[in-house]
């Protein structure tokens, strides 16, 4: 049974930073990625990365400001969160997959982490 623990949630002012980190219990490498849902909201897909770590992909929201990284030849992931704004705030889930396919897709991923809050004011 695969498991997935986020940490690194939070608070912070506007402007400010946050680290998410994911660690997955698999013993294969998995594709893995960042969600996220605010109140009232759908879940939606903020950051992706591939098993190698070589590509990586962002909503479009988040491009410039958040970097998704993994440690190499492990499933844990990194989500580094700059210049924070309000509408960031929501729980972040990590999640993963051992196939490829739409990272932005929910139904993508198999596994699930419980989520960590982040609340940006």
């Known amino acids: 049974h695969v498991q997935l623990v986020e940490s690194g949630g939070g608070s912070a002012q506007v402007g400010g930073s946050l680290r998410l980190s994911c660690s997955a219990s698999?013993?294969?490498?998995?594709?893995m990625a960042w969600f996220r849902q605010a109140p009232g909201q759908k879940r939606e897909a903020v950051a992706a990365?591939?098993?190698?770590?070589?590509?990586?992909m962002y909503h479009d929201s988040v491009k410039g400001r958040f970097t998704i990284s993994r440690e190499s030849g492990k499933n844990t992931v990194h989500l580094q969160m700059n210049s924070l704004m309000p509408e960031d705030s929501g729980v972040y889930y990590c999640?993963?997959?051992?196939?490829?396919?739409?990272?932005?897709?929910?139904?993508?991923?198999?596994?699930w982490g419980r989520g960590t809050q982040v609340t940006v004011s």
């Open positions: 999640a993963g997959d051992r196939s490829y396919g739409a990272w932005y897709m929910e139904s993508q991923y198999k596994y």
């Open positions: 990365i591939t098993t190698g770590g070589s590509s990586t």
């Open positions: 698999a013993d294969a490498l998995m594709y």
